[in-house]
Structures are given as structure tokens and as C-alpha cells.
């Protein structure tokens, strides 16, 4: 025999001897959760003293831990003196806040789940950094919680806040909300500066692309019109304060009003201040 046969033997040898191995003793997916103090969210006292097992990301068994059974081969985390909790969800995050794409993930996305949150809302964010985070994520290559997002604003000329996407007519409107959902967005997010003409003509070009929008309710919209056209959300009851005055046209119409020329901060301020103190005086 020479050494090539003998190579080749030999690797044979080693090869079935691993598959032999790996048939012995086969890896499991199982994580089991032992001696924890479970709290479902359900209103049921705490439960002490339990197993929860966890099958490829889903919980596949939950009982006191006299009563399950653990897989030969389950990563076990003995969790003695310690709460188990459905995961959280923060309903309203931006990511990519402060002005930058990659904002301050770095220290946020651990922070979130340190804190037991799985599950965030990303509510106006840059594409160009959520949509390869979420990429990293979803693929293990980075620690964090799921994400949905809604991307950049649609707002009014000038927008508040960036980023954002110019939209003050139905053209516009159509153009905006096609390329968002086409770019991968979850949602539509309006803003507060947005025309009547331009926030009417989102939500309608938001339903015939069968996607929900949320947001502000801008300030030349009432909250009621927002609810009846069809928004999903108001984020920070943005002028639904306003909606519970009993005279929310006229504030409506002072909130609009162009500032006098050579406004000054102090003026601007105690207007500010006199129309919420009306908002409070006139509540319904």
C-alpha cells in the first residue's frame, strides 16, 4: 500500500469517526431557563420556580421546574433568585438621532437590550444606516432589538426636522409614499408642517399603496380629520390638547398666524405661553 492509499484510507477513517461522533452526541438548539420566577405580562401573580425552554426562538415548553424536561445537550442558564419577562417594546426611539445617520448606536442598541427591550419603533430616521442595521441584526451579525421604522419625515416647506422629504402637493405626495414603501419603510410618518392639501393627499396615497401612515397631527389639520382619514397614530397627542378646547378654531387660526416683522424671541415666547394657557382655560 502505498502512502496515497494509505491517505486516503486514513481520511476516510477520520471522517466517519467524526460523523460518528457528531451522531452521538448531537448538538441541540435548546435554551432552558431554570428556577425562574416567571412574570407574563397577563395578570397572574408571579409564578416561582420555573423552566422555560427555548427552541429556535420560539418558547417551546414553560412549567414548574419539577415538571420539564431538559434535552441532553441544552445550553442551560440556572436562573435562581432572578425574573423572566416577555420582552418590551419602546413604541417611539430614533436611532439615528442627533442629526447624524449613524447617530449613537454604538452605546443605544445595547443599552436597549439591557434594559429588556427586544422590539423598537424607529420613528424618523436616515434609510442609508437603518436598513443595513436592521440587515445586521436580523442576520446575528449585530446584538440589538428588532426594528421597524418609517425612515425620513414627510413634511412641509421648510421641514422641522431632518431627514425629511418635501411634499406639498399630490404629485409629491404619490412620489414620496411609493418610494419609501418601495425602499423597504414599515409606516409613513407625517410632520407638523405639512399643508392641508399635501397631508390629505398622503393619506391617500398612503391607502392606495396598503400602507399605514403615523405621526403629527399637522397644525392646519384638526386631530378629528387626522382619526377620520385614517392615521394609525399621534405621536406626543401632538394638538389633540388643541381638539379638547372648546374653541379649537380659534386657536387653530392664532397657532397659524404669521408673526409680526421684527419678532423678537421674548414676544414669540409669551404668545407661545398665552395660547397654551388658552388651550388650558378653554378645555371641553
Not at 73 to 84: C, M, N, P, S, Y
Not at 270 to 283: D, G, H, K, P, V
Amino acid at each position: 500500500m502505498n502512502r496515497k492509499q494509505l491517505a486516503k484510507i486514513l481520511l476516510f477513517v477520520l471522517a466517519a469517526s467524526c460523523l460518528l461522533g457528531s451522531c452521538k452526541t448531537p448538538q441541540s438548539s435548546v435554551l432552558a431557563i431554570t428556577h425562574v420566577t416567571v412574570i407574563d405580562m397577563s395578570g397572574v401573580p408571579p409564578r416561582a420556580d420555573q423552566t422555560v425552554l427555548i427552541d429556535k426562538e420560539k418558547i417551546a415548553a414553560l412549567g414548574s421546574s419539577k415538571s420539564i424536561s431538559i434535552p441532553v445537550g441544552a445550553k442551560i442558564v440556572d436562573a435562581r433568585g432572578k425574573f423572566l419577562i416577555p420582552g418590551l417594546s419602546d413604541m417611539h426611539v430614533h436611532l439615528t438621532g442627533a442629526g447624524e445617520p449613524n447617530g449613537s448606536r454604538e452605546f443605544f442598541l445595547p443599552l436597549l437590550l439591557a434594559n429588556g427591550i427586544t422590539s423598537v419603533r424607529d420613528m424618523g430616521g436616515y434609510l442609508e444606516s437603518l436598513l443595513p442595521l436592521r440587515k445586521e441584526i436580523e442576520e446575528g451579525k449585530r446584538l440589538g432589538p428588532h426594528i421597524v421604522f418609517a425612515g425620513p419625515y414627510l413634511d412641509g416647506d421648510p421641514p422641522a426636522f431632518r431627514p425629511a422629504i418635501v411634499v406639498t402637493n399630490r404629485r409629491e405626495a404619490d412620489d414620496a409614499v411609493q418610494s419609501l414603501k418601495h425602499r423597504g419603510v414599515d409606516f409613513i410618518k407625517v410632520q407638523s408642517n405639512l399643508s392641508r392639501d399635501a397631508y390629505f393627499a398622503i393619506a391617500e396615497a398612503a391607502k392606495k399603496q396598503n400602507i399605514s401612515f403615523v405621526g403629527h397631527v399637522p397644525d392646519r389639520v384638526t386631530a378629528r380629520e387626522a382619526a377620520d382619514v385614517g392615521q394609525k397614530s399621534i405621536e406626543h397627542l401632538t394638538n389633540v390638547l388643541r381638539a379638547c378646547s372648546a374653541k379649537e378654531p380659534d386657536l387653530m387660526s392664532k397657532q397659524l398666524r404669521v408673526p409680526p416683522e421684527n419678532d423678537t424671541p421674548e414676544n414669540a415666547m409669551a404668545r407661545s405661553y398665552f395660547w397654551r394657557e388658552q388651550i388650558l382655560l378653554t378645555f371641553s
